[in-house]
C-alpha cells in the first residue's frame, strides 16, 4: 500500500543508531494518500504521494 502509483516511490530500510550507538532495523515510508484521480480517461481510485500530487502529475477527479 505505501507505493505512490505514479512515480513508485516505495517503502526503504535503513538502520537507526541510538545515542549509546545501539543498531536496530527500520523504515522510512512515504506520505501516501488514496485520492480519486483520472487514469487513462476515467476517474479511479489511486495511492499517489504529496510528491505527485503537488506537482501536478496527478489529475485529480471531481
Not at 22 to 39: D, F, G, Y
Amino acid at each position: 500500500m505505501a507505493k505512490c502509483e505514479f512515480c513508485g516511490k516505495d517503502v526503504y530500510f535503513g538502520i537507526k543508531v541510538s545515542h549509546s550507538h545501539r543498531r536496530s532495523n527500520r523504515t522510512w515510508k512515504p506520505n501516501v494518500k488514496r485520492v480519486k484521480a483520472i487514469v487513462n480517461g476515467s476517474p479511479r481510485r489511486v495511492y499517489a504521494c504529496t510528491r505527485c500530487l503537488r506537482s501536478g502529475k496527478v489529475t485529480r477527479a471531481v
